[in-house]
């Protein structure tokens, strides 16, 4: 079979094209189960990704959505120095609709079913009691709670990453990683966020909060000493950092022209509305993006915790790594004068590749 007669839209010119090992469609019609489990990359352990349950209007934008989550994830673990591979499941439905007892449990079989090479964690759309009724058929799930002898809530170890990476870009930019004295705007103050102002705060940082939730919002400026302000606002601050820790896509072409600050560092996931075009106009403006996957894996880092069986000592010291790593990517963007984006992605790449070869002498 020569690969060319598949046409650019076929489901293996795009497994080929983003380099994926495994696709599994789960179909369960009895109990109305529709999922898609994708293992992007295993080279540096067992594909650990989140299931997400999602209306999607069809089934390629549900292939889409898994195969670049799945991605995303390789290179997160890689980058992190976590061992391990990239995977992610989608399962289509309405979440306050289509779930069902039965339909947990019988994608827990497929999950089940793959030998632990896809590890899953709670995503958007999921709840505790969904991971309960997927982990009565498989053990291959992390970050269960606490109570049950889980890590727990990955949020405060996500917010500990946040706050190196932001610590490690002060430091790139200004010369030394004091925040005292230093502007910091957080976007979105909800699980990261707080934890996140808190941090900033005991340093002695300026901080203002934004949030959608007004009511939330005067509490934690005043619990803090923060200045509320709006989210539109925000970006025409004369600041240092900007910490998107709300949605994803905040940094575009329109708030690029706006943003003041000198620093970009956040939790959010895909805060480049345009990976390419965002990251090469903010290497122009002069502004450091602290890349997101990098410096919010402390959520990862807390679920590897969970399967490797360390304590929160260790978790929180591999979350500390988040400062070198950091600081290692936005050395390569400078020497190498190409996007952090870009820069994070070659190392994670290397790594991969570094770590193909050793395997390949066993
Ligand atoms: P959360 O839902 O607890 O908090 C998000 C907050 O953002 C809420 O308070 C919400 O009201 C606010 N918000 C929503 N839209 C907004 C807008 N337009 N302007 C201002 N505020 C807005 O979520 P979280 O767990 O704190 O996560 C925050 C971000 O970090 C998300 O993008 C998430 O995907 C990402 N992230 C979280 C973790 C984690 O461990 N929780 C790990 C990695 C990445």
Same mark, same amino acid.
């Given at each position: 079979?020569?690969?060319?007669?598949?046409?650019?839209?076929? /489901?293996?010119?795009?497994?080929?094209?983003? !380099?994926?090992?495994?696709?599994?469609?789960?179909?369960?019609?009895?109990?109305?189960?529709?999922?898609?489990?994708?293992?992007?990359?295993?080279?540096?352990?067992?594909?650990?990704?989140?299931?997400?349950?999602?209306?999607?209007?069809?089934?390629?934008?549900?292939?889409?959505?898994?195969?670049?989550?799945?991605?995303?994830?390789?290179?997160?673990?890689?980058?992190?120095?976590?061992?391990?591979?990239?995977?992610?499941?989608?399962?289509?439905?309405?979440?306050?609709?289509?779930?069902?007892?039965?339909?947990?449990?019988?994608?827990?079989?497929? %999950?089940?079913?793959?030998?632990?090479?896809?590890?899953?964690?709670?995503?958007?759309?999921?709840?505790? =009691?969904?991971?309960?009724?997927?982990?009565?058929?498989?053990?291959?799930?992390? !970050?269960?709670?606490?109570?049950?002898?889980?890590?727990?809530?990955?949020?405060?170890?996500?917010?500990?990453?946040?706050?190196?990476?932001?610590?490690?870009? /002060?430091?790139?930019?200004?010369?030394?990683?004091?925040?005292?004295?230093?502007?910091?705007?957080?976007?979105?103050?909800?699980?990261?966020?707080?934890?996140?102002?808190?941090?900033?705060?005991?340093?002695?940082?300026?901080?203002?909060?934004?949030? %959608?939730?007004?009511?939330?919002? !005067?509490?934690?400026?005043?619990?803090?000493?923060?200045?509320? %302000?709006?989210?539109?606002?925000?970006?025409?601050?004369?600041?240092?950092?900007?910490?998107?820790?709300?949605?994803?896509?905040?940094?575009?072409?329109?708030?690029?022209?706006?943003?003041?600050?000198?620093?970009?560092?956040?939790?959010?996931?895909?805060?480049?509305?345009?990976?390419?075009?965002?990251?090469?106009?903010?290497?122009?403006?002069?502004?450091?993006?602290?890349?997101?996957?990098?410096?919010?894996?402390?959520?990862?880092?807390?679920?590897?915790?969970?399967?490797?069986?360390?304590?929160?000592?260790?978790?929180?010291?591999?979350?500390?790594?988040?400062?070198?790593?950091?600081?290692?990517?936005?050395?390569?963007? =400078?020497?190498?004068?190409?996007?952090?984006?870009?820069?994070?992605?070659?190392?994670?790449?290397?790594?991969?590749?570094?770590?193909? =070869?050793?395997?390949?002498?066993?």
């Amino acid at each position: 079979m020569v690969l060319s007669q598949f046409d650019e839209h076929s /489901v293996f010119s795009k497994l080929e094209k983003s !380099g994926h090992q495994n696709v599994v469609y789960c179909s369960d019609p009895g109990t109305g189960l529709r999922a898609i489990i994708a293992v992007h990359d295993t080279t540096l352990g067992p594909a650990l990704g989140g299931t997400r349950m999602f209306a999607y209007k069809t089934e390629t934008e549900a292939l889409n959505d898994v195969l670049r989550l799945s991605r995303s994830m390789t290179y997160k673990a890689a980058i992190t120095g976590l061992n391990l591979g990239g995977g992610k499941a989608v399962i289509i439905g309405d979440s306050r609709l289509h779930k069902s007892e039965a339909l947990m449990r019988r994608f827990g079989r497929f %999950i089940e079913n793959l030998n632990g090479s896809f590890i899953t964690a709670e995503d958007v759309g999921m709840n505790p =009691k969904d991971m309960e009724y997927i982990r009565m058929e498989t053990k291959y799930v992390t !970050g269960i709670p606490e109570s049950i002898g889980g890590s727990g809530d990955p949020s405060p170890v996500t917010a500990r990453g946040v706050f190196m990476g932001i610590k490690a870009s /002060v430091k790139e930019f200004f010369g030394n990683d004091s925040l005292a004295g230093k502007s910091v705007a957080v976007q979105g103050i909800g699980h990261v966020g707080e934890i996140l102002v808190g941090l900033l705060r005991n340093e002695s940082a300026k901080v203002y909060v934004s949030d %959608i939730n007004e009511e939330r919002l !005067g509490q934690v400026a005043q619990k803090y000493g923060a200045e509320a %302000i709006s989210t539109n606002s925000l970006f025409d601050l004369d600041i240092d950092i900007y910490s998107p820790c709300a949605l994803g896509a905040t940094v575009n072409t329109e708030t690029i022209n706006r943003l003041k600050c000198s620093i970009i560092a956040g939790s959010a996931n895909n805060q480049l509305a345009d990976e390419e075009v965002h990251g090469k106009m903010l290497l122009d403006k002069g502004i450091l993006y602290a890349p997101d996957y990098l410096i919010n894996a402390g959520g990862l880092i807390n679920c590897y915790s969970e399967i490797a069986g360390f304590n929160k000592k260790k978790t929180l010291q591999m979350t500390e790594n988040i400062y070198e790593a950091t600081r290692r990517v936005l050395k390569k963007s =400078k020497e190498e004068s190409i996007p952090t984006s870009e820069a994070a992605n070659r190392i994670a790449e290397k790594r991969i590749e570094d770590i193909r =070869k050793i395997k390949a002498a066993w």
